[in-house]
Nanobody, 121 residues
């Protein structure tokens, strides 16, 4: 059974930092891209960042570029979030194995349960 488990969410003040982790088990994902999405209340799930299976290439939403850094080590993926803003508040999900447009959440096969990130002003 494939499992993606996120951790590292929490409450932080604006300008602060958090590091999210996503641990994959049940199969190996080291040949597949992985990514992060987020969903705020009343909004659609949106792309945050993605990383290729080698880790050599990364992609970011414009809203987080320069503040967030995605990385991976085999079956574990990370999202370092710096200079956090209140608008970053959302449930953050990790995903694996996209087929198609990696910025579209429907393209991704596997999902974690999500971790809440709350940024206070």
């Amino acid at each position: 059974q494939v499992q993606l488990v996120e951790s590292g969410g929490g409450l932080v003040q604006a300008g602060g930092s958090l590091r999210l982790s996503c641990a994959a088990s049940g199969r190996t994902f080291d040949n597949y891209p992985m990514g992060w999405f987020r969903q705020a209340p009343g909004k659609e799930r949106e792309f945050v960042a993605a990383v290729t299976w080698t880790g050599a290439s990364t992609f970011y939403a414009d809203s987080v570029k320069g503040r967030f850094t995605i990385s991976r080590d085999k079956n574990t993926m990370y999202l370092q979030m710096n200079s956090l803003k209140p608008e970053d508040t959302a449930v953050y999900y990790c995903a694996a194995d996209p087929d198609g447009d990696y910025t579209d959440h429907v393209a991704w096969e596997y999902w974690g349960q999500g971790t809440q990130v709350t940024v206070s002003s």
